[in-house]
């Protein structure tokens, strides 16, 4: 089969070669699938930086999500059968023609749906909403402030905190992306270009704050975030993106800007910090996975989820597709696919 391998580090027009690889095999609780569509992260832009330290070594075949057609599954698997339109998550080995994962990992895509937008269900969506869902119980009337919101995270953030009755502060870098909040139904979006997030929560919510932040941003984010929660809010701490276009002193930099906490801060301030790493969480308990899995296709189906296609490239255009996302002009989520 063919794969588009990271071969090195670095630059994304020359990251990637186009290469004949092995079919992977697959066990009794996996499934292969005959890939018809692969999704891009931001990790997989990290990943292609040498930013992500758990990305195999190189020559590598990156890639979180699919989309495609089962076309064997291992003896134990019951949900699932040959033929079946599913999409899935993959632990890396994404960027291929065909690709194996649990089967507990991968979901059956609704007859309408496109294989490109069903990428966007996986990582993305599971990831937003065991944040806002499951790590973070949102309430109606919540005040919740959503980070780099028109990414592929971010909208399902976005669309989960509307399902919930919230009221959306929601950042972005360009008109086009604040328009594009607008059009999700953010209340405040907030173009952090011109605008210090910080200041613009703390006049809008009249000095109290917000009770939820989602941010995969890092550094001072953080630390900004932290004041700008009111008593009894959260913040989860999902990504590091400001690392991804600093040098070595600017990585530690930003790294140091994060802060440093002491738990009586947040005793006191009745405020909580949470990690998410999804991969983790796949690590221990897998079924927190599959259970994610079902709740974002049953959102789906109820019209809550609904993926923004942001845009698609042919895999001959994949160093093209990873400019793309590391240069911030995407919107929603953007896919590769093997034949056009
Ligand atoms: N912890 C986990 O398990 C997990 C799982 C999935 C994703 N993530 C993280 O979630 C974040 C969003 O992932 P995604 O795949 O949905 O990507 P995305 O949000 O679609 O794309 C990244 C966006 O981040 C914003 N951004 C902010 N600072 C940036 C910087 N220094 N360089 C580049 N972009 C920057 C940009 O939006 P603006 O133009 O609006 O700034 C950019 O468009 C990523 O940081 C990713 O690593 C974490």
Not at 92 to 110: C, L, N, Q
Not at 215 to 221: C, Q
Not at 235 to 261: E, H, M, P, W
């Amino acid at each position: 089969m063919k794969a588009a391998v990271l071969i090195k580090n670095g630059d994304a027009a020359t990251a990637f070669q186009i290469r004949e690889v092995a079919t992977p095999l697959f066990r009794n609780d996996e499934v292969l699938i005959k890939v018809a569509a692969f999704g891009l992260n931001f990790a997989d832009v990290m990943a292609r930086m040498g930013l992500y330290k758990e990305a195999p070594p190189k020559p590598a075949i990156l890639g979180y999500d699919v989309a495609g057609t089962i076309v064997a599954v291992g003896e134990d698997v019951k949900h699932l059968r040959t033929g079946d339109r599913v999409t899935a998550m993959t632990r890396f080995g994404g960027y291929a023609e065909y690709a194996v994962t649990k089967a507990s990992a991968a979901t059956e895509i609704p007859a309408e749906m496109d294989y490109a937008t069903a990428t966007a269900l996986t990582t993305q969506y599971c990831t937003a909403y065991f944040a806002a869902a499951e790590m973070i119980n949102l309430h109606a009337g919540d005040k919740v402030l959503v980070q780099s919101g028109a990414g592929g995270v971010g909208t399902a953030l976005i669309q989960y905190a509307k399902h919930r009755q919230c009221e959306i502060f929601s950042t972005a870098g360009s008109e086009t992306k604040l328009n594009y909040l607008r059009s999700l139904g953010v209340h405040h979006p907030i173009n952090y270009t011109t605008h210090d997030f910080e200041s613009e929560i703390m006049t809008l919510t009249e000095g109290k704050g917000v009770d939820a932040i989602f941010d995969a941003v890092g550094g001072a984010s953080i630390k900004k975030g932290f004041r700008s929660l009111a008593a009894g809010g959260r913040i989860v701490c999902y990504g590091a993106a400001a690392i991804s276009d600093k040098n070595i002193f600017g990585k530690i930099s930003t790294a140091l800007a994060f802060g440093f906490y002491h738990p009586l801060q947040f005793m006191t301030a009745s405020k909580a910090l949470i990690g998410v790493n999804m991969l983790r969480i796949a690590d221990n308990k897998p079924e927190v996975i599959q259970r994610c899995l079902e709740a974002v296709v049953q959102l789906n189906k109820e019209g809550v989820f609904t993926p923004t296609l942001g845009k698609v490239f042919d895999v001959a255009d994949i160093g093209a597709a990873h400019d793309f996302l590391e240069k911030r002009k995407s919107i929603g989520k953007v896919v590769v696919q093997w034949w056009s």
